[in-house]
């Protein structure tokens, strides 16, 4: 017997809508021009959400679903039958550490549940770095995804832009071009010269003889990537550059604060949340919890901590920081 054709379900993006924006409705088979008259949130609406009129007719208001509409800000994607998520056989993590929090916060926010699909990887006994863990990402950490079909997505921003194709409601990195770009280049920004720089000043402190009496930190991690960041695993640790690193790590944020200070944005990238936003906060909250200076730095500077306790105090957030419970706080 033939393999079955997988039906395609369409998904909408309504975000790009506008009370008041002109469109084309189908009605009985024709397109008519018409109008936005709203755009509702209600989980209820979720099926129809858009209020329409049609230009020219009166008393015909209705609500209708992407299916008959035609416009160029309505965002439209396939997923095969069932919904992307359906592609997705397993989610392999640790919720404890930064980079699956990132994911996690990101799909929570997304509105796609990972949890139901997680299978936990131990870190500490090197469960990451050998046998099937190790086949399935040669790379030797968390997070990654696996689809049905064999796929294993890793890399977390590679995992979160994956997430925002195939579900685009609500964005967290942009639903038009610009949009996109704007929230990549703030990513790359913070990530080339705070994230990383903060990341490899942690490793690299734990190889340090100072770790972690004189260099701050936690005993926990004395060593802790000495098998991991090896040659053989394409890694080097560079004890001597943790204070360095540190210092690069800090001096990003001191010169982010620079650039927000006077201005009214809630979000790294403006006013919207975005990728950056989550990124930049997971790395805070676990670096700070194992001992690193940028949390105690980032709270001597005004805009970033408010953006912090804003990021804090998100439900999601929160939801996602009681999942993490059990090693550093
Ligand atoms: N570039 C990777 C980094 C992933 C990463 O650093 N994962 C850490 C946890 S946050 C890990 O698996 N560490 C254990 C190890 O390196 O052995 C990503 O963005 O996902």
Redesign the pocket.
């Known amino acids: 017997m033939p393999p079955k054709k997988q039906q395609s379900v369409k998904t909408f993006d309504y975000s790009g809508l506008e009370k008041g924006m002109r469109l084309q409705v189908e009605s009985d088979g024709k397109y008519y021009a018409g109008e936005v008259v709203t755009v509702s949130k209600s989980a209820g609406r979720s099926k129809a959400p858009v209020k329409v009129s049609y230009v020219g007719y009166t008393g015909y208001d209705e609500w209708v679903g992407g299916d008959r509409l035609r416009s160029k800000a309505l965002q439209v994607s396939t997923a095969e039958a069932g919904g992307f998520r359906h592609n997705i056989k397993a989610y392999y993590t640790?919720p404890q550490?930064?980079?699956?929090?990132?994911?996690d916060i990101f799909a929570r926010e997304k509105g796609v549940d990972l949890v139901a699909l997680e299978k936990t990887?131990d870190?500490p006994s090197?469960e990451?770095?050998k046998g099937d863990s190790q086949a399935k990402n040669p790379?030797?950490?968390?997070?990654?995804l696996e689809l049905r079909d064999g796929t294993i997505i890793?890399?977390?921003?590679?995992?979160c832009e994956y997430l925002e194709e195939a579900k685009p409601s609500p964005p967290l990195i942009g639903t038009t071009p610009k949009q996109r770009a704007v929230a990549r280049m703030w990513q790359r920004r913070m990530e080339e010269h705070f994230v990383y720089p903060c990341?490899n000043g942690f490793r690299f402190a734990t190889a340090h003889p100072d770790y972690p009496e004189k260099s701050g930190g936690l005993a926990a991690f004395k060593d802790?990537?000495k098998e991991?960041?090896t040659p053989e695993n394409g890694c080097a640790l560079v004890p001597e550059a943790y204070k360095g690193l540190r210092e690069w790590s800090v001096n990003k944020l001191k010169w982010l604060e620079a650039l927000k200070k006077d201005s009214k944005d809630d979000f790294v990238c403006g006013k919207r949340l975005t990728v950056v936003d989550i990124q930049m906060y997971t790395t805070i909250k676990?670096m700070g919890a194992a001992g690193e200076p940028c949390l105690e730095e980032m709270k001597k500077l005004a805009w970033l901590s408010a953006w912090y306790d804003r990021m804090d105090a998100r439900p999601h957030v929160k939801a996602a920081i009681e999942h993490s419970k059990g090693l550093l706080w």
């Open positions: 640790m550490v930064p980079n699956p929090l990132l994911v990887v870190l090197l990451n770095r790379a030797g950490q968390v997070p990654y890793a890399e977390s921003i590679a995992i990341f802790f990537f991991r960041a676990f």
